[in-house]
């Protein structure tokens, strides 16, 4: 079964980088026709996606975070990462990563990590 | 940007109720629409996709429709545990966007 774990740094200060890492166990981040994204949630609102990324390294980032988003690959590791530079307390979220299961047409998310907070403070 | 519109954003309603959730999207996405379910303190879990796919362990209570720009998730005879937000998502053009969400109170 596959399942996806978020790890990274619970606190970032203003104008510092969230860095965070999803590691996939139960399946290779390599399979060629599954995209792996990150999205989050601030505390008491809803969910936007941040991008995807291809085991190829090919990405796809939401317009609103393009500037300031890094998403990568480690296939040896079986890991996909997340950097967010310049954050603001708006950044403040819960961050889920997540499989983009695919038909080869359509696509939806699942399954999706437990979720890790990162509050944005000083 | 392709939004989502959700209606309502919150009702109550009693176990057993028929509970329906409607989904309008900006622009045509086709089919290319998921429903989630989010539990207090929990990541989002699939339960239909493709508008109307079940997904697999998901109950048969719960059901998807539509085309185009409107969508609906059905729950046929809510049960306890039924009582979450639930949220859609379309795929159908990048950015993927959600929206913003249907809570599902105790009456």
């Known amino acids: 079964q596959l399942q996806l774990q978020e790890s990274g740094s619970g606190l970032v200060k203003p104008s510092q980088t969230l860095s965070l890492t999803c590691t996939v166990s139960g399946g290779s981040i390599s399979s060629g026709i599954y995209s792996w994204s990150w999205i989050r949630q601030p505390p008491g609102r809803g969910l936007e996606w941040i991008g995807y990324?291809?085991?190829?390294?090919?990405?796809n980032y939401n317009p609103s975070l393009k500037s300031r988003v890094t998403i990568s690959v480690d296939r040896s590791k079986n890991q996909f990462s997340l950097k967010l530079s310049s954050v603001t307390a708006a950044d403040t979220a819960v961050y889920y990563c997540?499989?983009?299961?695919?038909?080869?047409?359509?696509?939806?998310?699942?399954?999706w990590g437990q979720g890790t907070l990162v509050t944005v403070s000083s | 940007d392709i939004q989502l519109t959700q209606s309502p954003s919150s009702l109550s309603a009693s176990v057993g109720d028929r509970v329906t959730i409607t989904c309008r999207a900006s622009?045509?996405?086709?089919?290319?629409l998921n429903w989630y379910q989010q539990k207090p303190g929990k990541a989002p879990n699939l339960l239909i996709y493709v508008a109307s796919t079940l997904q697999s362990g998901v109950p048969p209570r719960f059901s998807g429709s539509g085309s185009g720009t409107d969508f609906t998730l059905t729950i046929s005879s809510l049960q306890p545990e039924d009582f979450a937000i639930y949220y859609c998502q379309q795929n159908n053009m990048t950015p993927w966007t959600f929206g913003q969400g249907t809570k599902v109170e105790i009456k």
């Open positions: 997540t499989r983009d299961a695919t038909d080869g047409t359509s696509n939806w998310f699942d399954p």
């Open positions: 622009q045509s996405i086709n089919t290319y």
């Open positions: 990324i291809y085991h190829s390294g090919s990405t």
